[in-house]
């Protein structure tokens, strides 16, 4: 059965995020301290034990990063951007990530233009969150669909389409909560992150999905309406 989530059911407080930062980061942090007590005692620090620690600092610094793009709202610029130009780019920069994983970006851009209000490196980095997500739903390999269709005359959307294992009934509700992860090496931030920038940008996110079938995200995002004609008097103003 196919399951809905809307972005504005997730949005949790600064307090929750906070606490659950403090504690993701705790539990690595304690593997690096016993590991430092084991070599201050013992002296027998081997490989392995620093290739853990390695990892566990690989961990931290994941979830620092994935929060520091949350943290910069303040020093947004939103800019006049063409979303095919946006996507595009990204599905160049994953493009041999998808290779190595017998995986085919199959783009439909089905609009000529699309220019949205935007901040280009957050929405890179929602892109970026959901083809990584339908990469690593497709261990076996196959495609995935990148469409960009109008809706209305006043939104345009983008719908991620893979063909990967999908998402059980029960966790549907789960997506977009801090930390929620089915993965052995997630961080559980990548929705969260997605949804609270779509927010930011005035648009919406919608995750439907069927196990062993795949997965659809598709993002709705307002289209910066364009006056039809412009006389010489008439010229545009650059005014943020
Ligand atoms: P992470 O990828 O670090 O686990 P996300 O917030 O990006 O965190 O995703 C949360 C979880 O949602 C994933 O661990 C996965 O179980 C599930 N998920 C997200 N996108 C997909 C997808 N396209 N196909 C299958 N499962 C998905
Ligand atoms: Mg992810």
């Known amino acids: 059965m196919e399951e809905l989530l809307r972005r504005s059911e997730k949005l949790t407080t600064v307090g929750q995020l906070a606490a659950g930062v403090a504690h993701e980061i705790r539990n690595p942090l304690t593997t690096l301290r016993g590991f430092l007590q084991l070599q201050l005692e013992t002296n027998k620090l081997n490989t392995r034990h620093v290739d853990i620690m390695l990892s566990e600092l690989d961990r931290i610094n994941l979830i620092v990063g994935e929060f520091l793009i949350l943290a910069k709202p303040q020093a947004t610029r939103f800019e006049?951007?063409?979303?095919?130009?946006?996507?595009?780019?990204?599905?160049?920069?994953?493009?041999?990530?998808?290779?190595?994983?017998?995986?085919?970006?199959?783009?439909?851009?089905?609009?000529?233009?699309?220019?949205?209000?935007?901040?280009?490196?957050?929405?890179?980095?929602?892109?970026?969150?959901?083809?990584?997500?339908?990469?690593?739903?497709?261990?076996?390999?196959?495609?995935?669909?990148?469409?960009?269709?109008?809706?209305?005359?006043?939104?345009?959307?983008?719908?991620?389409?893979?063909?990967?294992?999908?998402?059980?009934?029960?966790?549907?509700?789960?997506?977009?909560?801090?930390?929620?992860?089915?993965?052995?090496?997630?961080?559980?931030?990548?929705?969260?992150?997605?949804?609270r920038i779509i927010e930011s940008h005035h648009g919406m996110m919608e995750i439907k999905s069927k196990v062993d079938v795949g997965t659809t995200v598709t993002i709705t995002l307002p289209l910066i309406q364009k006056p039809r004609e412009e006389t010489s008097e008439d010229q545009p103003n650059h005014v943020q």
């Open 80 to 195: 006049e951007k063409d979303v095919r130009f946006i996507l595009g780019d990204v599905i160049s920069l994953l493009d041999s990530q998808a290779h190595l994983c017998d995986i085919e970006f199959i783009a439909n851009f089905n609009m000529d233009s699309c220019l949205i209000s935007c901040e280009e490196n957050q929405l890179k980095q929602v892109f970026i969150n959901l083809l990584k997500n339908a990469i690593e739903a497709m261990p076996d390999g196959g495609e995935i669909q990148v469409s960009i269709d109008s809706k209305g005359s006043s939104e345009v959307s983008v719908s991620i389409i893979d063909e990967g294992i999908g998402i059980p009934e029960e966790m549907i509700s789960k997506l977009g909560d801090p930390f929620f992860t089915g993965k052995d090496s997630g961080t559980g931030l990548g929705i969260m992150v997605s949804q």
